[in-house]
């Protein structure tokens, strides 16, 4: 790389009189930027950027300061009023991002006259207009220090203030006050900023391993180096690395991973600055790949970010370890929080420091590395453990970068793993921290190749790693009172299972096959079966587990994307599960999965459709595999259970009678007997000659359901699904319905964006805009719009699919398309245009994409012909292609 002797060529300080002028300097400040990105490009060492980049904005405030004739000193009616222009923050520490905020503080002893205050406005508004990012602060000596003293985030840009121009003096006067004990001490800073890292941490998910992670705040980010050195310069002063290394604990290698590690993220910061043009720190999907391919990156498609965000894992897990070291270095040894900590014997290889777990021999773990699982398993045999002492970590991670093979090639190791996992609190204490220092990695074969693997969608949030061991909590939560209150179902059934230590096994090999090209559940399920025999499991549990990692995604895709009123759904379903063993192991996983997969995915709709199919799975295994009742009987069910509510309810049995004469059987086989009575309390006290739009007040399954009763016609799905879009509403499932008069009675289950039911002071509004919908006697058209930004940066083909049917008269069509507003409107426009009737919807949205399942006739009420199926799918692609 370039060294030192890069410097950029135009100064600021030489600039005249009459170049001070807004576009001059804009022009200025652009040439620098462009000057900067170059040298970025040929691989100049970004400390030097950096710097440089805060050393020109130095030179153009000094050369302000001068022109608008700031003195260093001016009389004022008290005495010599001194005055001072101080970078703060990170400007302070000579760092500047191109898009960095700059900082700046303007100090004096005593409020400053009128004539000063006028041309530090001017100043300040100068540095407005060139659309620099300044934060500014003009206080005098004595109000700085109160300001500092009651506000911790003052206190810390205030720790590394340096000057910029004017009087140094008084900045001297007033570092000499910041970092007396007067205000905030070294152990009130510090626990302090730790709490302020715990609560930002928390933020994020406590996890590096966010898909989409922010440069500067998530945990192992920019912020958490940060942390460290202002903890360290409030004790130690301005050469805090030095004075640490003069500690045995920290090693020169450790020193030298923080400087590494930080040259990584600025690198990466200031390529996201390069391509950004308003402030932010976010490594966004559709940033990635240009940011990859700036910093070198090479390879086909998503391989450069992929690569690009491995390293980044890496990094950001070592800063994480580093970290914790460094902040348990300072309470322990350099604060002295607790200085009458005693020091526990566990046995021969382990002691307790303050509840943390800590080696006697600095050498145990490479002189025995299956004694890396005894540290485990040893944390679980001693409750009042809570985490590893900083010695340990330091010792596990040179352990861990020397071992040659993994840890379960030992007969030992696999003992141990045994007895980890059978422990109840076995994920949190044992797997948790397993993952966080890395010996999952060298224990499980196959993990290295998803540590720290992005996934490219919306659906997920986080790597497959970080993935599978939030499953392992959500599977742990379960056994909590909050759990309980959170999966009623699924933790009664968990409560039942007589082996729960099989669905840890399944849960860390259920997506292990990312790693590899294929079906990932198949090769998962072949690792899985070598895992289970190295380790001697009965040969009745390795084929439960092989099976829920081969059939891991079969009950989450069957309740949200398939038909759970077709008979032959729920008979494909339970062939496949074939006992209530595998049924009740499948949901807690399947459960679990959906929760771990994104924090906002699980809401009360997808709990209800989870519950629905492992009921009616259930009732099946405990009436025989293959009594499935028929259609006919379900639909008789469903009608005498209404009628029976209805009468109790004092409604007329005759007019009842009459107003069913109008529907067919399937009516009564595809709505539950709630929805029909709803429906009859709605439409006995309705004209049935008009137009009827109703909202049920009481939440179905977790969603808002409207009813539409209207004359049918053509476009009548596409125009409720365009009005329910203008209104921001996600549709789920929607059930269409046309009696003997040609009148539709229409269901759609609907949420609000977050997952919620609808508002109920949203409901007048909604009955109002599709009521006027309906009543239009042609139709305008799908409102179009431009697709969510996040959305443009995914490329999902349009596919359509035509699905096996229980009933040969019907044709079940899958379509998998990229999300996008009026999409559904746009689908039903194709519908009626190829006068095509529309039974059921099942509406799926899964991140960036949707995939729906639409059940179809022709005009005559048969299923589609080869040549309509045709048309039907060439004419979505064509006007998915246009919205596009």
């Not at 497959?464 to 499953?471: A, K, P, W």
């Not at 990932?520 to 439960?544: N, P």
């Not at 019907?810 to 379509?815: C, G, I, P, R, V």
Request: net charge neutral; charged share 25%; proline share 4%.
């Amino acid at each position: 790389m370039t060294q030192m002797h890069t410097f950029y060529p135009n100064s600021p300080l030489n600039f005249s009189d009459e170049q001070i002028n807004i576009d001059y300097l804009k022009q200025q400040l652009n040439d620098f930027q462009q000057w900067s990105v170059t040298q970025f490009k040929q691989n100049v060492d970004i400390d030097i950027l950096v710097h440089l980049r805060s050393h020109f904005i130095d030179e153009l405030l000094q050369r302000l300061w001068c022109y608008f004739q700031i003195p260093e000193q001016v009389s004022s009616v008290f005495k010599q009023n001194r005055i001072a222009l101080i970078a703060v923050g990170g400007y302070g520490r000579t760092e500047l991002h191109p898009l960095s905020d700059i900082d700046i503080l303007i100090l004096s002893d005593y409020p400053c006259a009128k004539d000063i205050e006028q041309r530090i406005s001017e100043l300040i508004r100068l540095l407005w207009d060139l659309h620099l990012d300044i934060g500014h602060s003009v206080r005098t000596l004595k109000t700085c220090l109160q300001e500092a003293k009651n506000d911790i985030t003052i206190m810390t840009n205030l720790i590394e203030s340096r000057i910029v121009a004017g009087n140094q003096s008084l900045l001297d006067e007033l570092r000499k006050h910041i970092f007396s004990d007067k205000i905030w001490p070294s152990a009130s800073f510090f626990r302090a900023k730790v709490k302020e890292q715990q609560d930002r941490h928390k933020q994020y998910h406590s996890t590096s391993y966010n898909l989409e992670p922010d440069l500067k705040n998530s945990p192992g980010g920019l912020r958490d180096m940060q942390i460290v050195q202002w903890i360290a310069i409030r004790h130690f002063g301005e050469e805090f690395l030095q004075k640490i290394a003069h500690f045995d604990y920290l090693t020169p290698e450790d020193i030298e991973d923080f400087k590494t590690c930080r040259k990584f993220l600025w690198r990466i910061r200031f390529a996201l600055h390069s391509v950004i043009t308003r402030y932010d720190n976010r490594l966004l999907f559709d940033r990635q790949l240009s940011i990859a391919n700036m910093l070198g990156y090479q390879g086909q498609g998503n391989t450069p970010v992929e690569k690009m965000m491995h390293d980044y894992y890496c990094v950001a897990c070592n800063i994480t370890e580093l970290n914790q070291m460094l902040l348990q270095l300072f309470d322990e040894t350099i604060l002295e929080l607790n200085p009458k900590n005693k020091i526990y014997d566990i046995d021969e290889h382990f002691q307790i420091r303050e509840k943390l777990i800590d080696v006697k021999d600095d050498n145990l773990f490479k002189k025995d590395p299956v004694m890396i699982m005894q540290l485990f398993y040893t944390i679980l045999l001693n409750p009042q453990i809570i985490g590893l002492y900083s010695n340990t970590i330091r010792q596990l991670r040179s352990a861990r970068r020397q071992l040659t093979t993994l840890l379960s090639e030992d007969a030992k190791a696999r003992s141990l793993f045994m007895k980890i996992i059978k422990h109840p609190d076995a994920i949190k204490k044992a797997i948790l921290p397993m993952h966080q220092y890395g010996i999952l990695t060298a224990y499980i074969p196959g993990w290295k190749h998803i540590a720290g693997m992005m996934q490219f969608d919306l659906f997920h949030v986080y790597t497959v790693d970080e993935h599978t061991i939030r499953l392992l909590l959500e599977l742990d939560s379960l056994k909590t009172e909050s759990g309980k209150q959170r999966h009623p179902n699924s933790s009664k059934v968990f409560a039942k299972l007589s082996k729960p230590e099989l669905l840890v096994i399944t849960g860390l090999f259920h997506d292990i096959g990312k790693g590899y090209h294929g079906d990932h559940s198949e090769i998962g399920a072949k690792l899985v079966e070598k895992f289970c025999k190295l380790h001697e499991l009965e040969s009745r549990d390795t084929d439960l587990i092989i099976w829920l990692v081969r059939y891991h995604l079969l009950m989450s895709v069957t309740a949200q994307s398939r038909d759970l009123q077709d008979p032959a759904v729920i008979s494909e379903f339970i062939q496949i599960v074939k006992s209530e063993q595998r049924l009740q192991y499948l949901l807690c996983l399947t459960v679990a999965d959906v929760c771990a997969t994104n924090e906002t995915l699980w809401n009360s709709w997808k709990q209800s459709l989870m519950r629905q199919l492992y009921e009616t799975a259930k009732r099946s295994f405990d009436s025989g595999i293959n009594q499935i009742p028929e259609q006919r009987s379900i639909a008789r069910q469903h009608k005498q259970e209404a009628l029976t509510i209805l009468l109790k309810q004092n409604y007329d049995e005759q007019k009842i009678k009459n107003l069913w004469l109008d529907y067919r059987i399937d009516y009564f086989l595809r709505y539950t007997t709630e929805q029909i009575v709803w429906h009859v309390q709605n439409l006995l006290t309705h004209d049935l000659n008009q137009i009827l739009v109703s909202i049920n007040p009481n939440p179905y399954h977790g969603g808002t359901e409207i009813i539409i009763y209207s004359p049918d016609r053509p476009y009548l799905f596409a125009t409720v699904c365009n009005t329910l879009n203008n209104h921001n509403l996600s549709i789920h499932d929607a059930l269409i319905i046309t009696n003997k008069k040609g009148f539709a009675l229409d269901t759609f289950i609907v949420l609000e964006p977050n997952g919620q039911t609808l508002q109920k002071d949203r409901h007048p509004s909604i009955i109002q805009a599709l009521t006027k919908a309906l009543q239009q006697p042609v139709y305008k058209g799908v409102t179009v719009k431009p697709p969510k930004q996040r959305l443009r940066s995914f490329l999902v083909p349009t596919q359509v699919n035509f699905l096996s049917a229980f009933n040969e008269k019907q044709t079940y069509m899958e379509l998998i398309a990229l999300d996008r507003p009026g999409l559904l409107a746009c689908v039903g426009e194709v519908f009626a245009n190829l006068d095509l009737s529309l039974s059921s919807a099942k509406i799926a949205t899964i991140g960036e994409h949707i995939e729906d399942l639409f059940i179809l006739t022709d005009k005559n009420n048969n299923a589609l012909d080869d040549n309509t199926c045709y048309q039907l799918r060439e004419a979505i692609v064509n006007a998915i292609e246009l919205l596009n």
